[in-house]
């Protein structure tokens, strides 16, 4: 991508993050900063929860008379000396530009693009630490799969990181396991971005930052329980190209990755979430041996049933073809009931005869299940619309887990 | 389903064809007939094209003391008394009320309701032999799957049908494996049904049939290549409980075979035909060993291309929620890509290093793939209309199968 009209200044990215899709995020995106100089830094700094660990003598990166090979080093130190995150993305090289970074607040500082890929449970408390010390007209994209259900409504994660830091955030999700996209295998993407007009207007290089009225808006958001949220956005100065859909695109598609981006942020993120509890009915049904078509009946059942989810609780700010078109939707959707953790655990639960709780204990290695948490939070948001009954799919999985219903009622539960 | 007013007359049902899918909606439509007597009879007639067929020894039916076991027996015969299509559907316990018919011509006589199940080899010929030999006011449904793609244009087999009989003629299609239906396993399908405003209103039991003005409509069709033809309907007789979405449900729908009744015939039909193509690149990728992410891809921008496939050559008349929400559409879809023939032969093809053909050859017992016909057909039918450009999966797929391009091409050719 070329711009025709130089602009004054670069954008600075920052991963926030550094799992294994973190890791793998990151790698994309300093590949790309590294070839599109007209628009971005080179170097792109990732922000790494500080450990010691050892490099695995199974490693690549393992030399026994090494200094980083004698004992626990830190995590940051081997990242950046190897180019390899050996504890979450072991056997991966990594670009010499993307820089392992101890530091969460040295590691935002003047960033324009803040990029983030952390555990839900931490998105809070990470955002509280670099509210204030970010430039406050930086954007942001959240790579943090699912959305937060709770009883009263539902928050998408990129709206709450643009809450606590003022700022606006787009979201990515797509059919993604971390260690393919992180090996080159070929994969496709969905990014949603959509701020208030103030990014939009293409910006002349020349205005000043300052000149216009447009600089800041109050950008109003309503959530599905109904409260309001005002965030009092900044515009992005003019010296910077704008940050918009074809910026986005240059940043994180790869030969190996095709990114999409639409606009559609709720529709996005909800997919990532509810995939996971089509996904426990998909294994089930596997596990039972009911056959292709059933399967299939299940995961037609349940894409359906995400779009119906969308419709009702976000109305007119989602298109329903996010779901039944984008890789965050349909593609998501199937790669997760092909064999993704849920998939598998609700299939081992049917061929084992246990509750899936056990599975996961025995196949996990102490990680959790999404899908059975977002199956329950789902169906009390549900019940508390009063609206559980018009959801079969999504009530089944729920009611079999809690063990009032039978996989055998699947089929007789859904009938329409 | 109960009707509150009774009927004078009630339907005779006929399924033309007996092949291992005619027999098995045959067996679901004899199982509704008995269960409804108040708007259908009782005995349904299935064609059987005569053949001499001798009873297997691994059959339930063989016994060596029965004379139907004493070398070659007339294949109606032997359905009729033993009550298995022993060829066709073996180990398949059919309804005794079914019953099997070599006559053609007799097995349609009186017959308000006709299932379509044949190779569509035979379609042309197997109507031309029943014309004017049919109830005029008859009603078709067509369970032959695809439709006919033509340098010029394309036609619905239900339509060819309609057209050569003077009948309406709608369409079943859906994520349906022949045996595992017969099997009862759990499986979902779509019909649709779009019939002319005069069958659409409900009719009074006590009108006479030549009292109303809209005995007879003339129903006209434009087809893809802009061909006007006429079909003179008649009126079904208000003696007959109406034929509309309601009665065909009750007709097809079992607790193990979910039906959903739609207009939209050019969709459902549509779908049978190009998911083969998607399943071949969808085989590919598996046999490259490019994950789920990429396979979803694949799935995913079929699923796209098939909505636009409907869009630009049928317009209105199509509905593009048929192919991301029904049966026909994306579940068959899934299915075709997990385990269909097209599937498996192009994956067979990349792991032995063979053409597709020649897997063809050796694992289908001369049997033909779908998928690599339709694949020459619909690119002959896009180029024809200069849009080949603009279905880069459906366009991959035929190079890849005429030797031009390369399957490791695909990414970079569907990349958007």
Partial sequence: MSFLTPYQRKHKVTVIGSGNWGT???????????????????DVQMWVFEEKVEVPKTSPQYNPSSPLCQGPQKLTEIINKTHENVKYLPG??????????????????????????LPHQFIIKTCEQIKGKILPYAR???CIKGVDVRED????????????????????SGANIAS???????????????????????????????????????????D?????????LQALPSEYPPIDHAVLKTLFHRP??????????????????????????????EGMGWGDNAKAAVMRVGLLEMVKFGEMFFGATINTRTFTEESAGVADLITSCSGGRNFRCAKLSIERKQP????????????????????????????????????????????????????EDIPSYIER
Wanted: proline letters at 4%; glycine letters at 8%; one cysteine or more.
């Fill in 140 to 142: 942001g994209i959240s």
């Fill in 224 to 232: 599905v329980s109904g409260q309001l949220s005002q965030v009092k």
């Fill in 24 to 42: 793998a995020i990151a790698k994309i995106v300093a590949e790309n900063t590294a070839s599109n100089p007209a628009i971005f830094e080179k």
């Fill in 153 to 172: 409504g539902i928050s998408l994660f990129s709206e709450t990181i643009g809450k606590i830091l003022g700022i606006y955030c787009g979201a990515l």
């Fill in 356 to 407: 899936i709780g056990k599975v996961e204990e025995t196949e996990l290695n102490g990680q959790k299940l999404q899908g059975t948490l977002t199956a329950l939070e789902v169906n009390k948001f549900l019940k508390n619309q009063g609206v559980e009954e018009e959801y079969p799919l999504l009530t089944a999985v729920y009611r079999i887990l809690e063990g009032t219903m039978s996989v």
């Fill in 256 to 285: 190996y990755f095709h990114i999409s981006v639409v606009s559609d942020v709720a529709g996005v993120s909800l997919g990532g979430a509810l995939k996971n509890v089509v996904a426990i009915a998909a294994g089930w049904v």
């Fill in 92 to 117: 991966i090289n990594l670009p010499t530009n993307l820089h392992a970074n101890p530091s969460l607040e040295d590691s935002v500082k003047d960033s324009t693009i803040l990029v983030f890929n």
């Fill in 180 to 222: 393919e996209v992180a090996q080159e295998k070929w994969s496709e993407s969905s990014i949603a971005y959509d701020p208030p007009h103030l990014d939009s207007k293409a910006p002349s290089p020349n205005r000043s930052p300052s000149s216009s009225t447009l600089d800041v808006v109050h950008f109003t958001h309503k």
